[in-house]
């Protein structure tokens, strides 16, 4: 069955850095979102991606995320300038649908800020 | 805005007993329902889903969940627990338009006692 891949499974950051976290959807869906779970708090939105634009973002994502689909097989959340607070599991998820057709969920990146 | 509340952050059954994790959703129009699984370090796999088809809903690994909706409610249920089944298990909701975004439960954490 298809699969999310998200790499790298562990990134150890210092503070102030700017971090990449890669996806690769499944190949033809069409819909990409990016969540973050803070340890111990609940799975949370962060950014939904439909052709090549963002189609939704919650109060999280400020100017310091960005995200980017720089070819045709990946998805990329970019954090700026990390500040501790962003240490979290940020999940990649994909679907072909955006409507009753469930999203497609990668096994997370582990985001550590120091 | 729509919120999930999953009661019951830790859940122990005794292997061979009923499953029984409970999630409401808070949406004067019924919305599209999802719940999770997630093992220890990895991503969130789908279980079922709802989409205004059956009300009864079936899943993987024997896994059922009814929406009923003078309740607002869509409680995942296995009749016979599993010690496989230790997991921890988050409910969501998307929809029902306008948006597609997940919005998770806070999650159950199932034990099952041997």
């Known amino acids: 069955e298809p699969e999310v891949t998200q790499t790298p499974s562990h990134q150890v950051t210092q503070m102030g850095q700017e971090v990449i976290l890669r996806c690769v959807p499944i190949s033809n869906h069409l819909y990409f979102y990016w969540y973050r779970q803070i340890l111990g708090q609940k799975v949370e939105f962060l950014v939904s991606f439909y052709n090549n634009e963002i189609s939704e973002k919650s109060e999280i994502f400020d100017d310091q995320f960005s995200v980017e689909r720089p070819d045709g097989s990946n998805f990329t959340l970019k954090i700026r300038s990390t500040k501790l607070e962003d240490s979290a599991m940020y999940f990649c998820a994909s679907s072909d649908d955006n409507s009753n057709q469930p999203q497609h969920f990668g096994d997370g990146t582990r985001l550590s800020i120091l | 805005a729509q919120s999930v509340t999953q009661l019951g952050s830790h859940v122990s059954v005794s292997e061979g007993a009923l499953v029984l994790l409970r999630c409401n959703y808070s949406s004067s129009v019924p919305p599209y329902l999802f719940w999770y699984v997630q093992y220890p370090n990895q991503g969130l796999q789908l279980l079922l889903k709802?989409?205004?088809?059956?009300?009864l809903v079936k899943g993987i690994n024997g896994f059922e969940a009814e929406f009923k909706k003078s309740e607002t409610s869509f409680h995942l249920t296995k009749p016979s627990a599993h010690m496989s089944d230790a997991a921890e298990y988050f409910c969501a909701v998307s929809g029902p338009s306008g948006t597609y975004k997940y919005i998770f439960g806070t999650g159950t954490r199932l034990k099952v006692l041997a």
């Open positions: 709802y989409t205004s088809a059956a009300t």
